[in-house]
């Protein structure tokens, strides 16, 4: 194969495994589109049953934060590849990649004010305004600042005195009732009052978070910088080994964690259980993928490709299945109903990522942040000169 070949190969695997950890991504923000979030845990007690019940504690231990920590990281690990396909860092390349974040987080606004309040996407336009600058750091010190960000974060909640992480959601009963409204307009005002407001209570968790994802961010890109991405097929035992190891070590953490409640002193690093767990999930990920392609490749890969467009048609596909203006299936389904529609949606979104590289360069949302990134039209059709 030549190297050309290999590239697309390499990519085509990326691409994959960053579907994968989108729909994760988007099982986990269903159960919020569906109302079960804003349960607490005596009601879910009480209007659950044993499967769902069962179901719901899985999803709290081995998914719950880690799908968005493994998100994080794929988001470093992506812009080190655009950074590379850039050129040299200079003012122009940095000035062009921070108005990248800043379309980025427009684009996060409009995904918060009128598809689903809980948006990542102007925390990852936040804290992506750091990765332009990051990337002219020398390999180890990004590694260091990565690694101590990540660890810092146990640390700085033990200092603080703010409280245990709690979820966000969690208790917000109104919710559920705004959002069974048929009026749109209940909607949009209900998302507005969740992002003003909702997180009050939530200082632990958003501490935690903040210097979590910002060493997530550095230690992908970093791990983006070294070639490691393009070294994976060859090293796909250790890779195995260690992505093992570092996700019993993360659950292992993370049991400990829901068996004591709320730690103290140097418990608090029990809190490392998230990301140790999406770096091993991503590891193992990695190495089942970067394997013989198969049919799961041709899949998920063209998903990847447009994960953001993927990101955002979640949220209204989830919208319109449980939304008052929609099928009002909001409060009616369990959480492993919750898991059947989220995946049926991955799976609907995969089809139509199919169906639309057949015809066009870039997926809808790409196009557009791509655009108002450069301040003028990309090229949108197969038959136009544009990388793929």
Not at 39 to 60: K, N
Not at 75 to 95: C, D, H, K
Not at 158 to 172: I, R
Request: aromatic letters at 10%; one cysteine or more; proline letters at 4%.
């Amino acid at each position: 194969m030549n190297l050309s070949g290999a590239l697309k190969q390499r990519e085509t695997r990326l691409d994959a495994l960053r579907a994968s950890v989108l729909s994760v991504v988007v099982i986990m923000n269903m159960m919020t589109l569906s109302g079960l979030a804003y349960l607490g845990p005596e009601m879910r007690a009480q209007t659950l049953g044993a499967a769902d019940r069962a179901a719901w504690a899985f999803l709290d231990v081995f998914l719950d934060g880690k799908a968005l920590a493994a998100f994080s990281f794929m988001f470093g690990l992506s812009f080190s590849m655009i950074l590379q396909r850039a050129g040299p860092a200079g003012e122009t390349v940095t000035t062009r990649f921070l108005r990248r974040f800043a379309v980025l987080g427009l684009i996060g606004a409009f995904n918060a004010i009128f598809l689903f309040w809980a948006d990542i996407l102007m925390t990852y336009a936040l804290l992506g305004l750091l990765l332009p600058f990051a990337a002219r750091l020398p390999l180890r010190m990004t590694i260091a600042l990565g690694l101590g960000l990540v660890l810092t974060g146990p640390l700085a909640l033990a200092l603080s005195g703010v409280g245990p992480p709690v979820p966000v959601p969690e208790g917000q009963l109104e919710s559920i009732q705004a959002y069974a409204s048929s009026n749109y307009a209940d909607t949009v005002s209900q998302n507005l009052s969740m992002v003003t407001g909702a997180t009050d209570a939530a200082t632990g968790t958003l501490l935690l978070r903040l210097f979590t994802l910002t060493g997530l961010f550095l230690l992908g890109l970093a791990i983006g910088k070294s070639g490691l991405p393009g070294k994976i097929a060859e090293n796909r035992a250790l890779l195995v080994r260690w992505g093992a190891l570092v996700f019993v070590s993360g659950l292992c953490a993370g049991l400990t964690l829901h068996m004591i409640g709320i730690p103290q002193g140097a418990l608090y690093f029990l809190y490392l259980e998230t990301p140790l767990m999406a770096l091993g999930y991503l590891m193992l990920l990695a190495s089942a993928l970067y394997g013989r392609e198969t049919w799961l490749h041709k899949l998920l890969a063209p998903l990847g490709r447009m994960s953001l467009t993927g990101y955002l048609g979640a949220s209204l596909l989830g919208q319109l299945a449980f939304y008052g203006w929609g099928f009002q299936l909001i409060g009616q389904l369990g959480t492993l109903g919750v898991i059947a529609l989220a995946l049926a949606t991955v799976l609907l979104l995969a089809g139509f990522a199919q169906l639309w590289f057949r015809h066009f360069c870039y997926g809808p949302w790409e196009w557009l942040w791509r655009s108002l990134t450069d301040l003028q039209p990309q090229p949108f059709r197969r038959d136009s000169r544009a990388p793929v």
